[in-house]
């Protein structure tokens, strides 16, 4: 297990980076038959630094092949997070109409400005592809937006909207310290402020980034808005986490049904997560996938080459609670195919390595069983008084921050029927209900974890082995 190599902890079928440090995903866009994830990415170093874009294709957001950095850092500053979209009418007039460009969306961050304590250290930049998402190139006349003099201004997520009379037209949403922006633009060069959104509303333990604006058909039928936040710190657990709201988007302004504060995800580690644009019609998913980390402790954790994974990619979804509606992240049925061997289990089981998947029937809302090692390490799951719990108090290494080792709890007030819980070499993600509550915890057993301990609420168990697909030497 403990690889000569420094391989301990790789993830088995996360994506990682080679070596070096990895935080949010970036530009994730579909592109004839390849899902391309770019990522926030310092190759020097296994801590944060100067960013660049990291780059790497898959065909099922599983099997992820490596690709050459898409965007380094240049005079306007380091390359930060941002988002890609096709430009299919060549409306920014980068490509031609045979060959229409793809175009990236990012900030930059100047971190001489930063340091020097001016405001107008970040602005937007774009760069546009013409082979395909291969290789991308900075437009000759960035910033294409520039700080209006707010420090934090950042991580533009940018969709087609075509004007109700057909005109060509993007929205851009963007984090502008706690709050969100929206601006506009015809041509994905010339942007104009059209709303904002924020105050007084939502969680404010810090600051805001990474938003994404979805729209989703609700169970009833309706058309529905959300605007994902990700918030450092603030989160429910401590550090960083997503939060969400639901309303509708007209004009540039984000009306919200109701001042609830929701929560993507209730784990501790996943953080800045978008989705994927351009995917085809024909599919129709919102596909996600977060960064598996979380600010408190990501540039401590005891991986040695390379630092941090992606979470495995999700298909967000309405659903409705008793009137409520909320996010639901169902793991991507692209999963189905890591399965290999299959278990039928009924009380405590041994486990056949460090990747799996546990399947089972939830019998009477509540639950309560554990995943251990023989060195004594374990988490402990369970659902009890309308409380979800996953405690990693005792699941292995911990001392590298004082706040790692903690349990972590999610109110579920309504029926867990059924649970997937996905393993691997240092993660765990718990879906219940097909992901209508989801919690995703990093940990760090010594060893991998051997044995299943049933206490009580399950049934119907199964145990999937993964097939490792993404080894460091891929
Ligand atoms: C979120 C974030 C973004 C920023 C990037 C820098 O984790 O802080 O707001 O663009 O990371 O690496």
Not at 68 to 73: E, F, V
Not at 235 to 244: E, V
Request: contains cysteine.
């Amino acid at each position: 297990f403990e690889s000569p190599n420094g391989e301990k902890y790789r993830s088995e079928y996360h994506f990682t980076p080679k070596t070096g440090w990895m935080n949010d995903p970036n530009g994730m866009v579909y592109i004839n038959g390849d899902y391309h994830l770019f990522y926030q990415y310092y190759p020097d170093s296994t801590v944060w630094g100067p960013m660049h874009w990291g780059h790497a294709t898959s065909k099922d957001m599983l099997r992820w092949e490596h690709k050459p950095i898409a965007l380094y850092p240049d005079s306007l500053g380091y390359i930060f997070s941002g988002s890609a979209v096709f430009d299919l009418k060549n409306s920014s007039g980068l490509g031609t109409a045979g060959n229409p460009p793809y175009i990236a969306i990012y900030t930059y961050h100047d971190p001489v400005g930063a340091d020097s304590g001016s405001n107008t250290f970040q602005s937007q930049g774009i760069a546009f592809s013409l082979d395909e998402g291969k290789t991308w190139k900075p437009y000759d006349e960035n910033p294409v937006l520039e700080s209006p003099g707010i420090a934090d201004f950042r991580d533009p997520k940018v969709m087609n909207l075509p004007k109700e009379d057909g005109r060509d037209n993007w929205i851009m949403t963007l984090a502008v310290k706690d709050e969100i922006h929206f601006y506009e633009s015809s041509n994905l060069i010339n942007w104009e402020k059209i709303g904002d959104f924020g105050k007084n509303i939502g969680a404010h333990g810090g600051v805001w980034e990474c938003p994404d604006l979805l729209q989703f058909t609700a169970p009833n039928g309706e058309e529905k808005w959300v605007l994902l936040v990700s918030l450092n710190p603030g989160g429910p657990q401590m550090g960083s986490a997503t939060q969400y709201f639901i309303g509708d988007f007209m004009d540039g302004k984000f009306i919200p049904d109701d001042d609830l504060i929701r929560w993507l995800d209730y784990g501790p580690d996943n953080y800045a997560g978008v989705t994927w644009s351009n995917v085809p019609e024909s599919d129709g998913r919102t596909l996600f996938m977060g960064w598996m980390s979380n600010w408190l402790y990501a540039q401590v954790v005891p991986t040695k080459t390379w630092r941090s994974a992606m979470t495995l990619p999700r298909e967000l979804s309405l659903f409705d609670v008793d009137g409520t509606l909320l996010v639901k992240s169902k793991p991507s049925e692209e999963l189905l195919s890591l399965r290999n061997q299959t278990f039928h289990i009924s009380q405590s089981s041994p486990l056949p390595g460090q990747a799996f998947e546990l399947e089972a029937e939830i019998d009477s809302n509540t639950f309560s069983f554990k995943i251990e090692n023989n060195s004594g390490e374990e988490v402990h799951f369970s659902k009890e008084n309308g409380l979800v719990t996953v405690d990693r108090r005792k699941a292995g290494k911990s001392n590298f921050h004082p706040d790692f080792a903690a349990s972590h709890s999610a109110p579920m007030s309504w029926e867990a029927n059924e649970l997937r819980l996905f393993v691997d070499a240092n993660s765990i993600e718990l879906f219940i209900n097909d992901g209508e509550l989801v919690m995703t915890s990093l940990v760090f057993p010594e060893s991998p974890y051997t044995q299943i301990r049933i206490e009580n609420g399950l049934e119907d168990l199964k145990i999937h082995s993964l097939d490792p697909v993404m080894k460091s030497t891929d």
